[in-house]
Each structure stands twice: as C-alpha cells, then as structure tokens.
C-alpha cells in the first residue's frame, strides 16, 4: 500500500482536535456544587465498578453481517479471522506477522466448513456453522495473555449414521520483522522471497520455519491427530464417530530459533517447540488466563491506584432505561484497550532488532498504536492520537507526557506518525498535524493537570514556546498575497476527495483555535503581550475564514490554487470548523449546517461522510467517501450539535451509533448496507449439481453499473480462491447476468441484449451440463458451452432482491414468481411460463426446489410454496404484479434500511482502531461537560439539560476525585 493511501486513518483524527475540551473558545460555566442524593432509580452516585467484560460481547451475527472478519487481542498485537470456521489470518504480533493470508483452515470429509456465525469479544472469537450433512462445528479462538500463542479450541458433533473426518490445514507463513525490516502503515509481511518448510516433531507437534528469518511456528494438538506435512504445512486430521462428538485443542507458539538465524537444525526450535507442548498440557489453564486477564486489565482501567495503568478511566451509570449511552462509552473505551502494546518498550528491544547504546531509542513501556491487526501496527499517527487524548490523559498520563514530549523533538512538516520500534517519523507530511499534536499536548494538561509541563524544556524550548510555534505554524502556508493556510493536495487531505484541497475552511478554523487557546495559556503565564497579539491574529483569521462559508446552505467553500472555490459537502467541515468556530457562528448558520447534516449525511445507525449530492458522488471508500463513515466522524458530529446548544440532537446521535456494537468493537470505519430481499434458509436441495434453472418475472426501475451490481436471485459465496452457487441478476442498462461456480469457479454468461427499466419482464438462467442459456421474455438471448459441476455453496442462503456475501448488490425495482428448479427447463418450457396468464404453470414440477409467488399483498413475511416456510421481507415494500399475477415485490432505497458493518479489509480499514475511542471522549467532555482547565475541575454548560439521569464517577484530577451528575435541571459536580 502507498504512503498516502494512510491518509485515510490520519483523516479520521482531524475531528479529534475538535473534541478539545478546554480553551478560550467555549465558554465554561462554573459548576454548581451540591449534595450528592441518589440517582431517580436508587443507584448511588459514588465511584463504582464497570459492566462485566463479557456483557461487552457483541452480537451473533450471520455471514452476511459480516464484512469484516474479526480480530482478538492480547495487548502484544492482535490476529484476524477469516470466513472458515476456524481459518485465521492477519497474525501480527510484534516482530512476528503472516503474510495476511489464511491458514488454520478446518474441513469436514474434505469439504472446507464457512462460518454461518460469528460473535466478537475483547478475548475471544467464537464461530459455528452446520455442513449439509448435519455436522455441526463450533470453535472458540484467543490468543494467550501477553504471550505470542493462538489457542484454538474446537468441538465437531456428528449427528449423522456414519463417520466424518475434521482436518486442519496448519500453513500460517509467519516471519521476523524485526529491524531492520520496515514499519509504517504497510507492514513488512512475508512474501515469495520466504520459503516455509513443516516438519513433525511428534506425532502430535508440527514445526514450521521461515527461509528469509529467525521465525518458527510449532503446532501442538490435542488429542494426536493424524499428522501429514507438506512443502509449507501440515494437516492435522480427526475421525468422528458416528452419533459422538470431539474436543479438540490446538496451540501455535511462535517464536525465534536460538541461534537467532534461520533454522538448520530443529533443536535450534526446542524453547519454541516446548512452551507450546507445555501450554497444551495446561490448555485449559491458558486458556481461563487469556480471558480472566483480560478482564483484570479492563477494570484495571477504572480502578484508582491500580497497578497498570498511571491513571484511571470514570465510571459511567445511567438510570434504567438509558443504557445505549453507556454500552457506546464503554465500548469506545474497549476499542482503546484492544489498540494498548506493552511489548514495544526497552526490555523488548533486543527481539525488536533495535541497536544498543547511549543515545538510542528504547521505546516506551506501553504505548496505544493506530490500529491493528493488518495495517499502522507499531505506529501513532498524529491526527489519531488527537481524537482519544483526553481519555489517554485520564488513563495513563505518564505515557501520554513521555509520548508527547518524543512527538515534540519531530519536524511535524515531515511525516505523519511515529513509528515505535525505531521512534522514528514514517510517511509524508500531513495536514492535520499541527492541529492534533496542539490539541494532544493541551487536552495532556487540561485533564491530567499537569500544567508544570508547559514550563518543561523539550528540544532545547519549553513546551508552551512549542505551541505558540505551532499554532502559528499555518503563516509558512499562505500562498503570496492571499490569507489563509494552504494544506496542499488530495495525498494531504482526505486522498480520495480531489476537489476538499488546498484552502479549506477546517483546517484554517483550527488555526484560529490554536492561536485562541495558546492566547489563554500565556494570558495565565502572565505574558499579555504575547497573548493578545495571539488574540489579534485569530481573530483576523477568523473574519477571512467565516468567508468560505456558502451562506443558506449548511456547507462551506474550499479555494482552489487558481482562485476558484468549490463547495463539497463533507463532514469535516462540520466536525471542525463548525465545532471550533461555534461561539462565532450565527444562529441560522448553524441551524443551516445541521440541515446539512441531517438531511443529507445520517443513515440508519450511522452516517456517510460525503454527501450523495455532492459533485464528487458517489466515492466508495467508506471512510470519507459516500458508502459510509470512519468512526471518529459521527462522534465529532454529535459533538459539534452540543457545541450548538442542541443536546437533544447531540443525545439522540449518541444513541443512534450505539447499535454498531452489536458488530464488536468500533473500528477504522463502518460501512453503510441496505439489507434488502426475501432470505431463504440453505437446504440441499438448493444446491442441485449437474443442472439448474433460475427465473423470476421482473420489473426493475433501474439498473446499477455493472451487470454483477443488481441480484435478482442469488446464491452465491466466494471464500478466497474457492467460488460457489449461482447468481440471476442484471445491470449496465439491463444486461442480464448468470454465473455459476462450476468446479470450484465462477462461469459468467451475459447477453447483449437489454431489459429496459419499467415493463414486466420473464429472465431466466438455464444450465443443463453442457451449456448455459440466459431467456428474456421466452426467447434465449445467450448461449456459452460449459461443463463441470456445479459447486455447493452450503450454508448461504437463497437471497431474492440481493446478494447474500455483498448487500450492495442489490436489484431496484419489483420482482415476482421466484423460482429454482433442479434440473434444465427446455426452451418450450421457459416460453411457456413466460407467456403463460396465470401463475400456475410449472407451480406442479417435481424438480421446482424453490418458488416464492409474493403473493400475500400485505405483512412483513412470505410463505416458500415448496416447504410451506414463512420468510422475512426486509427493505421491501408491496405492489401490484401483472394482471393474473396478484401482488409482487419491490425494492428500491426508499424502502431499503440502512445499518453499518465493520468496513472491510479490501476496503483499507482496519478491524481495530484507537481513534474509535472519540465516542468515550465525547461523552466525558460534552455529555458530562468535563472540561478541566488550569488544573481546576470545571463543566462546560453546566445549566444546559442534556436529557439523561446520568452519573459518571471516579473523575480523577491531581488526586481528587470527582462525580459529575446529569438531571433534569443540568449538571453538578462534586
């Protein structure tokens, strides 16, 4: 991946320097200080204890709510899993990683088993899936407390007459990176110049080893298994009795030879070799540890004085009722922890690779990298960090100093990040340093109180020299004669918005608050000359930034190099400027930019990032683009509304993201899907082999791009190089599709010949073993020789109106008579259906698996004729069919819903992400309206009801502790 594809995660952190809480700009109202009675529901007010790790968990959620297979962590790094049942890839743990592909894979009598369901905690991923036979697989995968092992637990259960062997491919290609390879937001993964060789070590251990490293795998299994090897792995298989079930436990340690060469000899593997034999003697013990440490660490986290952590988090508890608040803060704070490393610091550098000697970078003891587990492993990125600092300051403040303080020996006009291992600065510049190393180091002394720290000498100057300097940084980056920062090009800004460049109003906002805010701390320092040409030049800036705005619209205007000015409706702008600037902003300007915003960005239970009326739409990158939003973007959003004085929309937004976590963790991005169509469960009859027909009556009011966008009926699955089903579906003006995966490949045949949008339709997909036939209206329009099997794609469902692996490939427009059958339909056969004037003809075939005539008119299921079932209709609304026809079907975006899923890998985005903790921070700062300043506690807005019965305790500020309440008439602090 380019440098600059990592603009994308450094884009996210902007909105986090609009989470500062403190500061000239906002104002702060003193906090009435009462008595503490007990909240409306009897709980009390002191300081309490989080929920329970495991109340955490998100949901079960089925493949198809899965875009983003999901990672565990242990706190050295993280590994992901794949689609199969037990399949796992993405192994990174520090200076050990894959190379992102799959591995640990798990078969049933050779047929590789998908995963029908998945569910996310902080310590475990739990999957379970049923083959055709009836077989059923559930699997538990963690990884070892602060240890470089997988522990993979697995229980097969064979319901069936016979017996069914389980096999496990065990072929993770795992190198050391340790330096001098090459760290940043890409990793320095394995690739072909590594060779892997597998060797027994006993009959029930593997041994792997890596060409081009010091790096070896080894495998312990329990019970012994029958174990093959092959050039790059081994397979582990089990026979399960007929009618019984089997336990199985797998360990994989990784580690380095003795010689710290690549191996020669396998007792150069021994210490390898017996800490994984000795974890699987004590599996169970391993495996209790990986969680039960787990949650020490997460109440570690909001105990005072605890023995990890240098500070604490508050505890948050809301009357009965209000729980979504307080599952979306504990959340956002877990998304956190899954992102903390405590194996990058001085003890580790000899197995990091780091040279020794006076003067050399060491590390920190525990530092929060940007995301794991497939990208920005070992590094923070600038803008990231800005959007969690608060909640760092509270949590570990020693880190947060000791991090800041390296940050402020950088050239924050070179590179984006920092790197870890090396403590070096990695990327290109990026525009949003200034602002969030400003909005770091002030959040480090508001909320830890520290303020002797703004008198400390980094780099040869005090701390607050620095952030005078960096505050007025942006006056390097006015072109001649004009008067705003220029932030450069695409590669510097969002990377996939061309036109968001050069001026724009966010980052020049920022500016303003800089020099706002560094104004105030040399007012307090006693340097009023200083402070008030500070005020003088924000206020001058502020005049020519308020002049990008585009009045009566809610959006604002970036100036081009040339002098043009182009509006893009994008939330940044929201989420910084407006947040920044608010006590500037005019009352109907704000109300316009809400408009905006809520009109045209929220969807479902989350938002998109740019407008799909914007002259850029539609741009599919889910972070910035139109398909979704990066994680930090609705909780600045939610944060500017209170900024405005809305608490009720600042609330209901809140509230709204809090279904996310029904996915897990919240992550780099989250994607917008319309879940649309009628789902009919798998059976095996819906997975006919030699021949299929598939045909519907169709009406579309439109057609996407591409002719594979708009599934008709679909049952089709893709799991890495393995292809499965089939698929009916159209686009491209009307080209219609049908594809098979024949052999394990997918076969397309596409016509020339196109249906229009609007007019009823006959289409049909015919295979017969020999040949593929696409009909409309009767007639076949293509013809493609092909031959081969045709592949199951077990556990999938049958999907009308949608794809069952992608819910964007949806079909828009109205569908009727439904229908599979398990053999080849003749061409008098199709001609007759089509012209046929009631739909009763071919109702009565034996081959005819599955029908779906839509024709009850009205509720929210529909019945299956073949198998009597009842079905869900979802996004889809009832209409007229053709005259004899009754009812049908119809689709389209004003009855599809929207609801986010993790966005996935292909898409750039990590599973786990620190800056995802801005929803916990937003929450602490304007739901509570902590804005510690000067090391005083104070709140913001203390008057203003923000609508919840709320307490958070255990508010930690130079030793003191704190409980702010929020009633009906405002908030108190004691």
Not at 238 to 267: E, R
Not at 550 to 564: F, Q, Y
Request: with cysteine; glycine share 8%.
């Amino acid at each position: 991946m380019s440098t600059t594809r990592r603009t994308v995660l450094a884009a996210s952190a902007a909105a986090g320097i609009a989470a500062v809480t403190a500061g000239t700009a906002h104002a702060h109202t003193p906090a009435p200080k009462t008595g503490n009675p007990p909240l409306p529901d009897g709980s009390s007010a002191a300081p309490g204890r989080p929920p329970e790790l495991d109340s955490l968990a998100g949901d079960w959620l089925s493949a198809r709510e899965v875009r983003h297979c999901p990672a565990v962590s242990n706190f050295w790094g993280a590994v992901g899993t794949s689609p199969n049942v037990l399949g796992i890839s993405y192994f990174t743990l520090p200076p050990y990683l894959d190379d992102g592909g799959e591995s640990c894979a798990l078969s049933v009598d050779g047929v590789p088993v998908t995963a029908g369901e998945s569910r996310w905690s902080a310590y475990e991923i739990t999957r379970r899936a049923t083959t055709d036979s009836g077989v059923t697989v559930r699997t538990a995968t963690r990884l070892a407390f602060e240890r470089n092992e997988l522990l993979l637990h697995i229980t097969v259960s064979n319901p069936t007459a016979a017996p069914v062997t389980v096999s496990v491919e065990t072929g993770p290609r795992i190198a050391n990176g340790a330096l001098p390879a090459h760290w940043e937001w890409d990793t320095p993964r394995p690739g072909d110049d590594h060779t892997f060789t597998a060797r027994k070590i006993s009959g029930s251990t593997l041994l792997i080893s890596d060409s081009a490293s010091s790096a070896v795998t080894a495998f312990a299994f329990a019970p012994a298994p029958a174990l093959t090897t092959a050039s790059g792995g081994g397979r582990a298989q089990w026979s399960v009795t007929a009618g019984k079930s089997v336990t199985i436990s797998i360990v994989m340690a990784v580690g380095q030879t003795s010689t710290g060469l690549p191996l020669k000899d396998a007792d150069e593997a021994n210490g390898v070799v017996d800490a994984c034999t000795t974890t699987l003697r004590a599996f169970r013990a391993a495996f209790d540890t990986a969680a039960e440490s787990w949650k020490k660490r997460w109440h570690d986290a909001f105990t005072p004085g605890n023995d990890h952590y240098s500070g604490s988090l508050p505890v948050l508890r809301t009357k009965t009722g209000d729980s979504a608040v307080a599952r979306l803060y504990y959340m956002s704070i877990l998304s956190v922890l899954a992102c903390e490393r405590t194996n990058l610091g001085p003890e580790f550098s000899t197995v990091l690779g780091r040279p020794g000697g006076p003067g050399t970078f060491q590390g920190l003891d525990r530092i929060y990298v940007t995301a794991a587990p497939e990208f920005a492993v070992t590094t923070t990125y600038y803008w990231d960090t800005s959007y969690v600092s608060a909640v760092l300051a509270l949590l570990d403040p020693r880190m947060l100093r000791d991090k800041v303080s390296h940050w402020l020996t950088k050239d924050l006009l070179v590179g984006y990040a920092v790197e870890w291992i090396t403590g070096n600065t990695v990327g290109p510049w990026y525009s949003a340093n200034d602002l969030s190393v400003f909005t770091t180091v002030l959040n480090y002394v508001n909320y830890s109180g520290d303020t002797s720290f703004l008198k400390a000498t980094v780099a040869g100057r005090t701390v607050l020299a620095h952030l005078k300097s960096i505050a007025t940084n942006w006056e390097r980056l006015v072109p001649e004669g004009q008067s705003l920062a220029d932030y450069g090009e695409n590669h510097n800004l969002m990377e996939v918005l061309p036109k968001y460049v050069h001026q724009v109003a966010s980052f020049n906002a920022g500016n303003v608050w800089m020099m706002q805010q560094a104004a105030g701390l040399f007012a307090r320092a006693d340097d009023a000359a200083t402070a008030e040409d500070l005020t003088a030049r924000a206020e001058a800036l502020r005049t020519e930034v308020l002049k990008l705005y585009v009045d009566g619209t809610g959006v604002w205007n970036c100036r081009h190099e040339d002098g043009t000015t182009v509006a893009v409706r994008f939330v940044l702008d929201f989420c910084i400027a407006g947040n920044l600037l608010a006590a500037s902003l005019p009352e109907e300007q704000k109300t316009d930019m809400k408009r905006f915003v809520t009109d045209e960005l929220l969807a479902g239970d989350w938002m998109r990032a740019l407008s799909l009326s914007d002259s850029q739409a539609p741009v599919a990158r889910t972070d910035h683009g139109t398909s979704g939003a990066y994680d930090a973007w609705p909780s600045l959003t939610a944060q500017t509304f209170a900024r405005f004085g809305d608490y009720p929309a600042f609330l209901s937004m809140l509230e709204r993201c809090a279904g996310v976590t029904r996915n897990g963790p919240f992550s780099q991005s989250h994607e917008l899907l319309q879940y649309a169509g009628v789902r009919v469960t798998d059976r095996p009859a819906l997975n006919p082999a030699g021949a299929v027909t598939v045909s519907a009556w169709i009406n579309p009011s439109s057609w996407p791009e591409n002719p594979w966008e708009g599934s008709i009926i679909a049952k089709d699955s893709w799991d890495g190089g393995r292809d499965a089903g089939y698929a009916l579906r159209g686009g491209a003006d009307g080209t219609i599709s049908f594809v098979l995966a024949l052999d394990g490949h997918f076969v397309e045949t596409l016509t020339t010949t196109t249906v229009p949008p609007s007019g009823w339709h006959h289409v049909a997909g015919v295979y017969d073993g020999e040949q593929v036939r696409i009909y409309i209206d009767g007639t076949a329009h293509a013809t493609r020789s092909a031959t081969g099997g045709i592949t199951s794609s077990t556990n999938t469902p049958v999907v009308v109106g949608n794809c069952p692996a992608d819910s964007s490939r949806r079909f828009s427009g109205s569908v009727d008579e439904a229908r599979i059958y398990a053999r080849a339909l003749s061409a008098a056969e199709i001609d007759a259906q089509y012209r046929a004037a009631t739909p009763a003809t071919g109702a009565d075939d034996s081959s005819l698996v599955l029908r779906l005539p839509f024709a009850e008119g009205n509720g929210t299921k529909t019945t299956e004729s073949v198998t009597s079932r009842a079905f869900d209709i979802e996004g889809a609304a009832w209409s007229g069919s053709r005259t004899g026809f009754g009812s049908a079907l119809t689709l389209s975006d004003a009855t599809t819903d929207y609801r986010a899923a993790i966005a996935p890998v292909d898409q750039w985005q990590t599973f786990n992400s620190m800056a995802s903790g801005n929803f916990s921070q937003t929450v602490i700062s304007d739901l509570f309206g902590y804005a510690p300043e000067d090391a005083t506690a104070e709140l913001r807005s203390a008057t203003m009801p923000r609508g919840i019965t709320a307490t958070l305790s255990g508010v930690v500020l130079n030793g003191r502790n704190h409980t702010i309440t929020s009633r009906p008439e405002g908030l108190s602090l004691t």
